[in-house]
């Protein structure tokens, strides 16, 4: 994006001489130089000179000229009844729109007609419906760093929504922000950090008004919305990242008094859309109270995009959730699923919630219906605060306020705390409905200029102008039987038009038979038109009445809608409570219809049940279940109750809480992994969960480190990124902590691989203590589990078919016989010959003692057998069992080398050094081979 547009330079060189209408544009553009402005002349928005050319190449419409006296320019215009589709397609070309709005009413006015910026159209502070494209939250964010510590705000324009928090570091800051996913952003003068790992490449990052930044100023904005800052938010950051943002949200509204980017005014007499004061609520949260989940484990989770456009039906995990009747649902949906909570209570509170609705089907049937008939408040809200409802929004507003006593109805026997809530705490508004229905008809027109919005019967000065009009009308419409009669003449027509108002005509053939108090009007090729004194007298009453009315009409609606905009804190309570209620009802849809069980949270371990993924199985015929069983730690605070003899429980009683997964590859170790996080993420939202019973902990955070991934442009290869996740893991985590690792160590040789993927064993297990699935095929990492205690081995099983492998998806104890590469490159189609060869090359480096992983059939592990399928291989010291048969390694015939080996303390080595010696040894060996194999 250009980082300032700036007036023409070709105007820049004529500003002294230019014409009066091109000298406003001139102004608006040097006001508002970071943003492309669209002028309103007539019907059109028009661009002129260097930003003509621009509009008309991006938005695919011809490139005209204008002449004056001054030369000639470059014109494009866009149509003002279409005009958001292509500001959207400007938007997503990286421009910031200016639409400059015809401020004056041209009959009223001699010369040119003032304009102004009536609003800034950015990526983040959308607030149209055309735009916002969906129901989900459109945030921008404001970003300033203090002494200890980054404020950072949010805030979505178009519902409301306002939040503020204080993190302590630049990974905090990016890992709050992929909660959210604003689509742009602001950042204050002092804050120095990457830009793109810290607000990700799809947001928009810009810097604003330092002096809007500056303490004092952001306090007197933030009193003047919500009141006293210090008793609404804790640092000095937030408080200046929040009075920035609101300083912002006015700018791109054309509020009164705001100012631009570089802290001059613009258009401070300008209102046209009313203030923000339906940013009445300010949240502020600490990150602390809910769970955590990064940028890494959102994607990775597929929470709400999908990784991969194939397979799954491209479901996500939200949209197999959501059974939300409305868009208020869904938007709280999302919201629950970025921040699950970690508090029991309200956890459990939730879950009795759903408990009641999903054994209740008709309740919840009823409230699913009555939901739908719930159009978006907090967006309607939004728009009635900002004078730019039209008489169907503030209908819609009245609609849903019908549906709300029928909802409580239905809450009135409710026993679950969160239902009995509602139902006490839902307003009805009862009076703003009241309102709208008595001034506002059924069906109005779109435009509310135009008359036609006000109901018969609510103001009687409008109901005496509107039969004054109507009685005028109907006498015109009497005229021409009267006139007929009158002058003998079949073929008078009575007409009107815009230009010259009513008229008789009669044609050549009849002008004869005209009556004397017939005046010329119009002459046309084949008749004439008249007006007499009297159908003129009836004109002037008739334009009179319509005019008042029009006007008295607008003003009537217009007090209504300020009324309504009065009452936008109880609307806006009211969306969220309907909100909650549609994701209540929507979990207790899917628990009913999906089988998913209500968990219990709180527990010192994870223990599922016949766990399922909740993606996978809507996509699969078939979804095998698995349990998971993983006890507690004796590492962390969080877990001091059950350290050793403190209940009397040892090391060697309490269940593994570290599982090694081993198996081939598409056995389902991944999709098992991701299972039990979203088991645990769903019941920290409030869900019930797919397993047949599910006994959880509160967990803090998941991590995941789970696919491949790189960064060609940022110069990071697919192992440097897998590294990174790896160390923000290993510094991050807690015992309370989730962590997925998925074949840690393979970008790199398998020596390394193996040694950093041992490591991290011993450091997730000795000194973090955190819940961890490690999936790997470093087979010799399973000897971890006869050394540390806290370890288990877990393999998914497979069985034989007519000679074939098949992955029966199933986890059992122990460690996989084999990772069956070959027989998954076979699967997937790769030429047999390949295969073969592939075998063979297996069977030579199996008999060279390169790998031992059994007795080498078929290149299919020696452990599996017909009768038992695939039998685990026993850990043991990080000795393969075959090592003693005929497909051992067989050691190089050097003495220095034997003697080295004799001499070697394996006792007294610790694992990572253990693996490094004997890389060194291999190597030697292989270095000094005759054959130089």
Known sequence: MDAALGPPAKMAELEDDLTPMMAQYFELCERYDEALVLFRVGDFYEAFCDAAERVARLCEITLTKREDSTGEYPMAGIPIDNAESYIETLLDAGYRVAVADQVEDPDEVSGVVERAVTRVVTPGTLTEAELLGGADNNYVAALTEGADDYGLALVDISTGDCYATSVGSETAVADELSRFGPAEAIVGPEVDVDRDATFGPACLVTEYDAGAFERERAEERIERYFGPPERLLAG?????????????????????????????????????????????????????????????????????????????????????????????????????????????????????????????????????????????????????????????????????????????????????????????????????????????????????????????????????????????????????????????????????????GYYIEVTNANLDAVPEDYQRRQTL???????????????????????????????????????????????????????????????????????????????????????????????????????????????????????????????????????????????????????????????????????????????DRVFTRVGASDDIAGGRSTFMIEMTELATILSEATADSLVLLDEVGRGTSTADGLAIARAVTEYLHDEVGAYTLFATHHHDLTAAAEELPGVANRHFRTSRDEGRVVFDHELAPGAAAASYGVEVADMAGVPDDVVAHSRELLADERRDGAAVTGDGRDGVDGGDHPETGDEPVPATNGHDSAADGADGIELADDEALARELRETDVATMTPLEALNTLAALKDRAERDSPSGE
């Open 236 to 500: 000095d950051a937030e408080r200046r990242a929040c009075g920035a943002l609101l300083a912002y949200a006015e700018y791109t509204r054309g509020s009164a008094g705001a100012v631009g980017p570089d802290g001059e005014p613009v258009d401070p007499d300008v209102d046209p859309e009313g203030t923000l004061d339906y940013l009445n609520h300010l949240t502020r949260y600490d990150p602390r109270e809910y769970m955590l989940l990064d940028a890494v484990a959102v994607e990775s989770l597929e929470l709400f995009e999908r990784r991969s456009v194939q397979g799954h039906a491209n479901l996500t995990l939200v949209d197999t959730l959501d059974e939300t009747a409305c868009a208020l649902g869904r938007r709280k949906l999302t919201d629950w699923l970025r921040r699950p909570l970690l508090d029991e209570d309200r956890i459990d509170a939730r879950h009795e919630a759903v408990d009641e609705l999903s054994r209740d089907p008709a309740t919840r049937e009823r409230l699913h219906d009555l939901l739908t008939d719930v159009y978006d408040l907090e967006r309607l809200i939004s728009r009635v605060s900002r004078g730019r409802a039209n008489a169907r929004d503030l209908r819609s507003l009245a609609a849903t306020l019908s549906v709300v006593p029928d909802v409580r109805e239905a809450l009135s026997g409710a026993d679950a705390r969160l239902l009995s809530d509602l139902y006490a705490t839902i307003d009805p508004l009862a009076e703003t409905r009241e309102e709208i229905a008595a001034a506002v008809r059924p069906d109005p027109p779109q435009e509310i200029t135009e008359g036609g919005v006000v109901r018969e019967g609510y103001d009687a000065e409008l109901d005496d102008l509107r039969s004054t009009e109507r009685s005028g009308k109907q006498w015109i419409d009497d005229l021409e039987a009267d006139e007929r009669e009158r002058t003998g003449i079949d073929s008078l027509k009575v007409g009107h038009n815009s230009v010259h």
């Open 525 to 699: 090729k084949n008749s004439e038109r008249f007006y007499t004194p009297e159908l003129k007298e009836r004109e002037e009453t008739i334009l009179r009445a319509e005019s008042e009315a029009d006007d008295l009409e607008y003003d009537l609606f217009c007090s209504v809608r300020d009324a309504v905009a009065d009452e936008a804190e109880r609307v806006q309570a009211l969306a969220d409570r309907l909100a909650r209620l549609d994701v209540l009802v929507s979990f207790a849809e899917v628990a009913a219809n999906h089988g998913y069980c209500r968990p219990t949270v709180g527990g010192d371990g994870i223990d599922i049940e016949a766990g399922r993924h909740p993606v996978v199985e809507r996509t699969e015929d078939a979804f095998v279940p698995n349990d998971t069983h993983l006890g507690s730690s004796p590492v962390g605070a969080s877990r001091a109750n059950n350290a050793d003899g403190a209940n009397g429980e040892t090391d060697a009683e309490r269940d593994p809480f570290f599982a090694v997964v081993t198996g081939p590859n598409m056995s389902g170790k991944s999709t098992y992994m991701r299972q039990v996080a979203l088991v645990c993420l769903l019941a920290q939202a409030g869900s019930f969960v797919p397993a047949a019973s599910a006994d959880l902990p509160i967990l």
